[in-house]
C-alpha cells in the first residue's frame, strides 16, 4: 500500500478533486448573490458588484480553511 500513497497519478487526481471542489465552494456563492441581487432585488450593478465581491472575500476565507483540512487529510484507501 505504500507504493500507492505516492503513486503521482493519484496525487494529481486528489488535487484536481480537492482544487476543483474549492473552486466551485468559493466561486458559486458570489455568482448566486450576484444573481439575486441583479435579478431579483433589481440593484444597479454597482451594489450587485459590490454585494458578489463581499460574498466572494467570505467565501475564499472559508476556501482557506477548507484547504488547510484538506491537506492535513489522509488520503482514503481506495484512491
Aim: glycine share 6%; hydrophobic share 55%; no cysteine.
Amino acid at each position: 500500500m505504500s507504493g500507492d500513497d505516492k503513486n503521482p497519478v493519484n496525487i494529481i487526481g486528489r488535487v484536481y478533486a480537492v482544487s476543483t471542489l474549492l473552486a466551485v465552494i468559493i466561486a458559486v456563492p458570489a455568482v448566486v448573490v450576484a444573481v439575486v441581487s441583479h435579478f431579483v432585488f433589481d440593484q444597479p450593478i454597482i451594489v450587485t458588484l459590490a454585494a458578489s465581491l463581499i460574498s466572494l472575500f467570505i467565501s475564499m476565507g472559508f476556501g482557506i480553511r477548507l484547504a488547510k483540512k484538506f491537506a492535513r487529510a489522509p488520503p482514503k484507501d481506495g484512491q
